[in-house]
């Protein structure tokens, strides 16, 4: 009897910390709370594989402190996780407002909210008998499946006019709707450091599937790929997360390409240019190059979104989403306009300060 005594307080002061902390942690507690109203709304179990999560937890601050405790909050009770394909933390500037999201590809229904700045001040027993929906000062529910939202508009004019995601909305209906078509978590991860889906970002998604095909990585010690990005767009950011070309690490250099520049490469091979990627070997320092061209005209008028006359809101989210049905087919809109060797005086020229790559390649 003794024994087992002994071993239950051994157990127990095992134990208090960790539930002691947990309870105390004003995040998780909020992260906690988060899960618990988006289950009631959207009527979900834990575990349940139709339901999307994501909230800036982790980038946002809060007093001057980090908030990436509300994620295990959202997780211990709804048990979405980032390791399930089903909790992202969607990229923000770390001085916006704390949100929460959460979304039934079933239904269509999206459940955001944010936190009550009066919670933030509670103490451990004032929170404890407050309810968990009183943790937050803006909870909207909306209907967020595309096809749903086109067939009735009204519903989609409020929640963008109303701003019922606080400015999120696009950024968060796209990616839910993405997630639904069945977005693999690579995609995902680019949307949500992108901070949000577009056919910019895709093109970028594409553009890798591309270069993937016509000039694979052979080794995987000395090479990468080198992003000499002219003229940038959302593009970019898919490259940094997918193939970790940074600016940071010299793989990637993202410069501007004039208006007059660009009009003279899309007349001579009749596709906007869409950058120029180096495969490059760092011990051999040599490498191969492709200047690539992307037809976003094309993909407009067969996605119907070219002359659109609909909602405003929707024709970006209708390329968005129709865009998905040409990842696996990236030739049907990228070119490769010039394929070259490169060596280090080239590499050096392309990427440096005040030089046009497309002159330096001699394509204009
Ligand atoms: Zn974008």
Redesign the pocket.
Known sequence: MKRMYTFLLAFCCLLLPISALAEDDLMYDLGSRAAEVGMDLLNFEPGADNILGLTNAGHAMVKGKTTEHALTGITDVSRLSNGNNNLFQVNRPNWKPLWFYFFNKDSGMAAYMEPDAAFYSMSTEDRKSLAADKAFSQISLMQVDLDKMLANPNEGNTTFNKKKFSGNEFSLIGISNVWAAGAGYDFMNAAAF????????TSGYMIIKYVEKVMPITNQSAETYIDIGCPN??KE?AYQMIWDSTPGKNSMYVMALSPEDEAAVKAKYGIRPAGIIVKWNSVSLKGKGIALGFDFDTISQELGVANWTGPAWAPKLVQDIGMMDYVDKPESAIKTLKEFEVDEKLLTELKTAGNNPYKVLGMI
């Not at 992108?194 to 970002?201: R, W």
């Open positions: 992108h901070d949000h889906l577009c056919p910019g970002v767009w959302c950011d």
